[in-house]
């Protein structure tokens, strides 16, 4: 698909603390829509396909019948929970338009927690199958507890320390200063206070770990041919993949390949598709449901080696603009949102229309990675018309 279909316009809602969003949740998604037909400059009723994941509530057909949609000829799920899934909607979506099954499609993501209740809170024990099963006995209830032992693993075999944590916390803090989307916007991170936040559980945090938010996301995407008629500039897909090694589902915590994040079987599908390498990616938008997450996907993507971490997870080469790999430039999920990793697609948008709140210079390739340590994961790869 390089190159075939490009991303002409990107829409979201004001973004809520979990359970305070004004609107309902079908609302959040109908309003971001149109926020995104509109940065497009295509009128809603041209859209004829839609793609999200996470199990998203805001139906397809309810969606096409608010919006006045003319006929609906594409609608697809990713399977996944959180936000494994949020790049390869973005990749159903354009797969769809590539294939002529669809010829305009929206990806998006909707979150209301106050109308259906807290996302992955720990429900239905009375009766457990499956990985909970093995876990819930033990007290194992919740994702970062899980997702720790994991983290914890790999920083034991690759000796690396706890300021690398720290410093993609602070990243993500000191850009969403520069962004009055973020929630934390006006609530800077400083060294003092993470390494005094109390600890979640080890190695992770209270700034180590996601929020918890209201609102919506969406993305407009069409075949390249008609992206150069857009209102703004296009950001053509370069490469997309999904999915995860073997037996990474494996129960109970017994995968072959325990410590990683999923992507190693993922990243090379990713780049060779986009036909270009590690190193010409110039900005990084990376979900972190967990600060580790983060440090074992940026390593499984070829960014830098497990023997680098230390070095290169420094502040100053996490930040805009000069950096040496610019990260979570909005704030991501730490500290702009956690839209399940769909605002982070946004923002590499933005990157490459070189109109983010914190730019990086090197931003004709965005790099954007889906839901680390969970089965599926999925990444992107977003780029300027140059790049092809």
Same mark, same amino acid.
């Given at each position: 698909?390089?190159?075939?279909?490009?991303?002409?316009?990107?829409?979201?809602?004001?973004?809520? %603390?979990?359970?305070?969003?004004?609107?309902?949740?079908?609302?959040?998604?109908? %309003?971001?829509?149109?926020?995104?037909?509109?940065?497009?400059?295509?009128?809603?009723?041209?859209?004829?396909?839609?793609?999200?994941?996470?199990?998203?509530?805001?139906?397809?057909?309810?969606?096409?019948?608010?919006?006045?949609?003319?006929?609906?000829? *594409?609608?697809?799920?990713?399977?996944?929970?959180?936000?494994?899934?949020?790049?390869?909607?973005?990749?159903?979506?354009?797969?769809?338009?590539?294939?002529?099954?669809?010829?305009?499609?929206?990806?998006?993501?909707?979150?209301?927690?106050?109308?259906?209740?807290?996302?992955?809170?720990?429900?239905?024990?009375?009766?457990?199958?499956? /990985?909970?099963?093995?876990?819930?006995?033990?007290?194992?209830?919740?994702?970062?507890?899980?997702? $720790?032992?994991?983290?914890?693993?790999?920083?034991?075999?690759?000796?690396?320390?706890?300021?690398?944590?720290?410093?993609? $916390?602070?990243?993500?803090?000191?850009?969403?200063?520069?962004?009055?989307?973020?929630?934390?916007?006006?609530?800077?991170?400083?060294? %003092?206070?993470?390494?005094?936040?109390?600890?979640?559980?080890?190695?992770?945090?209270?700034?180590?770990?996601?929020? /918890?938010?209201? =609102?919506?996301?969406?993305?407009?995407?069409?075949?390249?041919?008609?992206?150069?008629?857009?209102?703004?500039?296009?950001?053509?897909?370069?490469?997309?993949? *999904?999915?995860?090694?073997?037996?990474? =589902?494996?129960?109970?915590?017994?995968?072959?390949?325990?410590?990683?994040?999923?992507?190693?079987?993922?990243?090379?599908?990713?780049?060779?598709?986009?036909?270009?390498?590690?190193?010409?990616?110039?900005?990084?938008?990376?979900?972190?449901?967990?600060?580790?997450?983060?440090?074992?996907?940026?390593?499984?993507?070829?960014?830098?080696? $497990?023997?680098?971490?230390?070095?290169?997870?420094?502040?100053?080469?996490?930040? $805009?603009?000069?950096?040496?790999?610019?990260?979570?430039? *909005?704030?991501?999920?730490?500290?702009?949102?956690?839209?399940?990793?769909?605002?982070?697609?946004?923002?590499?948008?933005?990157?490459?229309?070189?109109?983010?709140?914190?730019?990086?210079?090197?931003?004709?390739?965005?790099?954007?990675?889906?839901?680390?340590?969970?089965?599926?994961? *999925?990444?992107?790869?977003?780029?300027?018309?140059?790049?092809?």
């Amino acid at each position: 698909m390089r190159g075939r279909v490009a991303i002409v316009g990107i829409g979201e809602t004001a973004y809520y %603390k979990h359970g305070r969003s004004p609107d309902a949740e079908f609302k959040l998604a109908v %309003k971001a829509i149109l926020a995104a037909c509109e940065d497009a400059g295509i009128h809603p009723r041209d859209i004829d396909g839609f793609a999200s994941f996470s199990d998203d509530r805001s139906d397809a057909t309810r969606l096409a019948a608010a919006l006045g949609i003319r006929r609906l000829r *594409s609608a697809t799920m990713q399977w996944g929970g959180g936000g494994g899934g949020c790049c390869a909607a973005v990749a159903n979506g354009a797969a769809a338009i590539e294939s002529g099954m669809a010829e305009c499609v929206v990806a998006f993501r909707s979150l209301a927690q106050g109308q259906y209740g807290r996302f992955g809170r720990t429900t239905g024990i009375e009766q457990i199958s499956g /990985e909970r099963a093995y876990l819930m006995p033990y007290g194992v209830l919740a994702p970062p507890q899980r997702f $720790a032992m994991r983290i914890r693993r790999f920083m034991h075999d690759h000796g690396i320390g706890q300021s690398a944590l720290r410093a993609i $916390a602070m990243a993500s803090y000191h850009h969403a200063q520069a962004n009055p989307r973020a929630v934390m916007h006006g609530r800077p991170l400083d060294t %003092k206070t993470y390494d005094e936040s109390r600890w979640i559980v080890e190695p992770l945090h209270l700034y180590d770990c996601c929020m /918890e938010n209201d =609102g919506a996301a969406a993305v407009v995407m069409v075949p390249a041919e008609r992206a150069r008629d857009a209102r703004q500039t296009p950001a053509y897909l370069l490469g997309a993949a *999904s999915g995860s090694g073997y037996r990474a =589902g494996a129960h109970p915590h017994n995968a072959p390949d325990y410590a990683s994040a999923s992507f190693k079987t993922v990243a090379p599908d990713l780049f060779a598709m986009a036909q270009v390498a590690p190193s010409e990616v110039g900005v990084v938008q990376s979900y972190e449901n967990f600060t580790g997450g983060v440090l074992m996907a940026l390593i499984e993507h070829g960014l830098f080696g $497990a023997e680098e971490a230390n070095e290169v997870l420094q502040l100053d080469n996490l930040l $805009a603009p000069h950096g040496r790999l610019p990260l979570n430039t *909005s704030g991501g999920n730490l500290a702009e949102c956690y839209m399940h990793g769909f605002e982070l697609v946004l923002e590499a948008v933005r990157q490459v229309r070189g109109t983010s709140t914190s730019q990086a210079v090197r931003n004709q390739v965005a790099l954007v990675i889906g839901g680390p340590m969970v089965s599926p994961v *999925s990444s992107l790869l977003l780029g300027q018309e140059s790049v092809l």
